[in-house]
């Protein structure tokens, strides 16, 4: 049984900093390349991080980049999405997927996109007060 579980969504401030967990079970996620996504309502899934299984190599989509933070702990099987300075575009439900694929310097842009990932979590939400 091959699970993902993300875990940490909460409700934060504009400007406030969170930590996303995505947790592997039934698989090694130290042998996968990893992404988070985000799916906000009535937009596209949006793939915003990753990180590559075989030298930890960590790449953003624009919309993040400088604010999150990709990064693996091998020994308890899990991935972390640190959110910093959040902003107002950043509500959504957000979605850990693993890859069998090789994600490298030449291809990870591939690997912000749906179709690399094999297995995916469930999601966690994050909102904002209103």
């Known amino acids: 049984q091959v699970q993902l579980v993300e875990s940490g969504g909460a409700r934060v401030q504009p400007g406030g900093s969170l930590r996303l967990s995505c947790k592997g079970s039934g698989l090694t996620l130290e042998y996968y390349a990893i992404g988070w996504f985000r799916q906000a309502p009535g937009k596209e899934r949006e793939g915003i991080a990753c990180i590559s299984s075989s030298d930890d190599s960590t790449y953003y989509a624009d919309s993040v980049k400088g604010r999150f933070t990709i990064s693996r702990d091998r020994a308890k099987n899990m991935v972390y999405l640190r959110m910093n300075n959040v902003k107002p575009e950043d509500p959504a439900v957000y979605l850990c997927?693993?890859?069998?694929?090789?994600?490298?310097?030449?291809?990870?842009?591939?690997?912000?996109?749906?179709?690399?990932?094999?297995?995916w979590g469930q999601g966690t939400q994050v909102t904002v007060p209103s």
């Open positions: 997927a693993a890859s069998r694929g090789e994600l490298l310097d030449g291809n990870w842009r591939q690997f912000l996109t749906p179709h690399e990932y094999d297995h």
